[in-house]
């Protein structure tokens, strides 16, 4: 065996070429989740802005291949979300269907400082996947009587186009909305007096609407993840910051 080795450097050595230093675990991760969402953006037809933003697909209208991928998405981008070191810098990826799923992994993610890189794509005119819009049926095939036949349209009846700015405008306005901000508040309006914040009450409710998914009565299945932001909100402040709680619900 040794001399085998010997044999292999030689020959490397004779031919230029040189070993291919091997990576290390977190390197290896990192490029396997930036080739799944390039792979993705290849893949992915659809990109339903609004149930990623709600965190829920409840279109019973929908064809089941839509709701299929638009699951398998709403999974894939948690599970990327674990790995903010690597999505961030995606949001430059010269393919805007990469940068639109980098949008995706951050928005679900969850962490607030990323507001502004979310941000940073608002006026990003390139054309991204295919959006689904609620049909308008959903709720009045709701209505049907039980065992009646499922009612589907097709893809081509409900999608719409959109741009990454679209995306990443949609994404920071459920945060204006949590805090109550009037229509249109501009990014840029909204985040220097929270800059820098380690907790602020809208950032909370915007993160129970999704563990909600806004519904009403609550559904049962949604309590874990529901308990998990209410440990978040009692948890008592680190040491030496106050927390106003009066000012960060005004805001």
């Given at each position: 065996m040794k001399t085998t080795h010997y044999l292999l450097l030689i020959i490397l050595g004779v031919s230029g070429c040189k070993p291919t230093p091997s990576l290390s675990a977190p390197e290896q991760q990192a490029l396997t989740v930036q080739k799944e969402i390039e792979e993705g953006a290849k893949t992915y037809t659809h990109f339903a802005t609004n149930d990623i933003l709600f965190n829920r697909h409840r279109h019973i209208d929908w064809p089941p291949e839509a709701f299929d991928q638009q699951s398998r998405l709403l999974a894939d981008l948690l599970a990327w979300s674990q790995h903010p070191e690597v999505v961030r810098p995606l949001v430059k990826h010269p393919d805007a269907k990469v940068r639109t799923l980098a949008l995706g992994a951050l928005f679900v993610g969850e962490r607030f400082e990323d507001l502004p890189l979310i941000a940073s794509l608002e006026e990003d005119s390139s054309a991204s996947f295919m959006n689904i819009n609620d049909s308008g049926r959903s709720y009045a095939v709701l209505m049907h009587a039980k065992g009646t036949p499922r009612i589907t349209v097709p893809v081509s009846s409900i999608e719409a186009p959109q741009t990454v700015g679209d995306v990443a405008r949609s994404m920071c306005k459920w945060y204006t909305d949590a805090a109550y901000q009037p229509?249109?508040?501009?990014?840029?309006?909204?985040?220097?007096?929270?800059?820098?914040?380690?907790?602020?009450?809208?950032?909370?409710?915007?993160?129970?609407?999704?563990?909600?998914?806004?519904?009403?009565?609550?559904?049962?299945?949604?309590?874990?993840?529901?308990?998990?932001?209410?440990?978040?909100?009692?948890?008592?402040?680190?040491?030496?910051?106050?927390l106003d709680v009066a000012v960060r619900v005004a805001q």
């Open positions: 229509h249109r508040t501009r990014f840029a309006d909204y985040w220097p007096c929270r800059a820098g914040r380690k907790s602020c009450a809208s950032w909370f409710l915007a993160r129970l609407w999704r563990a909600t998914r806004r519904t009403s009565p609550l559904q049962p299945q949604y309590q874990e993840d529901i308990d998990r932001v209410l440990a978040e909100i009692n948890a008592p402040p680190p040491l030496g910051e106050s």
